[in-house]
């Protein structure tokens, strides 16, 4: 009997799949320790970014049931 698949977990509290099958993710670290960023570090940490394509493979490995 062939054994299932699991979810890592905590990848999949990380990481989204957007409809075009892209993988989405939030930055870390921009909620505290501000007044020494820039305004233009803090207003990029506020955006998503995607996945590169180089580590898309790994990551679909962990979340095999969101993609």
């Not at 009997?1 to 409809?19: I, Q, S, W």
């Not at 075009?20 to 970014?49: C, D, F, L, M, P």
């Not at 394509?53 to 095999?64: A, F, G, Q, R, W």
Request: charge should be positive; avoid cysteine.
């Amino acid at each position: 009997m062939a054994k299932k698949m699991k979810t890592n977990k905590t990848a999949a509290k990380r990481f989204k799949v957007t409809a075009k099958g892209k993988i989405k993710y939030w930055k870390g670290g921009v909620s505290h320790y501000n007044t020494k960023k820039t305004r233009k570090r803090k207003r990029q940490g506020r955006k998503a970014q995607y996945v590169p394509e180089n580590l898309v493979d790994k990551v679909k490995k962990l979340i095999p049931n969101m993609v």
